[in-house]
Antibody
Framework: QVQLVQSGAEVQKPGASVTVSCKAS????????INWVRQATGRGLEWMGW????????GYGQKFRDRVTMTRDTSTNTAYMELSSLRSEDTAIYYCARFYYFDRSGAFAFDIWGQGTVVTVST | DIQMTQSPSSLSASVGDTVTITCQASQDISNSLNWYQRKPGEAPKLLIYGASNLETGVPSRFGGSGSGTDFTFTITSLQPEDFATYYC?????????FGQGTKLEIK
């Protein structure tokens, strides 16, 4: 079935970097953008950016532009999100999601989500 | 950036009730509005896309309407499994902003 499977939980120190992976299966990986969304404890969902697996093009939210890098490996159908210069406020669950085009309505939405990766930033 | 104002932030209701959540965009987003359900320990789940289209497999008691800047999400005949947090999200223009969420609790 169509699914996105993310890497396991991470604990990092302030100032370090973290990389979360997102492996796609059950569909053609290069046909749909992968977006990344996070949720800190007690906060809402926060969109971070997108990556086109076909050509590697990316777009980042301004809040993350200086610290995030989204890449992919088409040989393994895996997307990656690296966040650098970590601070305590980056402690959150990070999700990847497929940006799907519903051709009958012309609408786009995040239809498939990874299970989430908990990233804890702590000394 | 497009701001999404969702209300109420929390809501108490009983099984069998009908509830409505609203979402207002800071500028015209046509029908580029989606609704998601989030339960503790689970990934968000798409319920409604394009403002009013029901995602495959989602029960028909869920519904959405609106266009432009004002949108409504309704659940009729609430079931126990519907108690969760709901988010609207626009994808008309990046960044693809979410509303603040509405926590639906059992009365």
């Amino acid at each position: 079935q169509v699914q996105l499977v993310q890497s396991g939980a991470e604990v990092q120190k302030p100032g370090a970097s973290v990389t979360v992976s997102c492996k796609a299966s059950g569909y053609t990986f290069t046909n749909y953008d992968i977006n990344w969304v996070r949720q800190a404890t007690g906060r809402g969902l926060e969109w971070m950016g997108w990556m086109n697996p076909n050509n590697g093009n990316t777009g980042y939210g301004q809040k993350f532009r200086d610290r995030v890098t989204m890449t992919r490996d088409t040989s393994t159908n895996t997307a990656y999100m690296e966040l650098s210069s970590l601070r305590s406020e980056d402690t959150a669950i990070y999700y990847c999601a497929r940006f799907y085009y519903f051709d009958r309505s012309g609408a786009f939405a995040f239809d498939i989500w990874g299970q989430g990766t908990v990233v804890t930033v702590s000394t | 950036d497009i701001q999404m104002t969702q209300s109420p932030s929390s809501l108490s209701a009983s099984v069998g009730d009908t509830v409505t959540i609203t979402c207002q965009a800071s500028q015209d987003i046509s029908n580029s509005l989606n609704w998601y359900q989030r339960k503790p320990g689970e990934a968000p789940k798409l319920l409604i896309y394009g403002a009013s289209n029901l995602e495959t497999g989602v029960p028909s008691r869920f519904g959405g309407s609106g266009s432009g800047t004002d949108f409504t999400f309704t659940i009729t005949s609430l079931q126990p499994e519907d108690f969760a947090t709901y988010y609207c999200q626009q994808n008309e223009n990046g960044p693809y902003t979410f509303g603040q969420g509405t926590k639906l609790e059992i009365k």
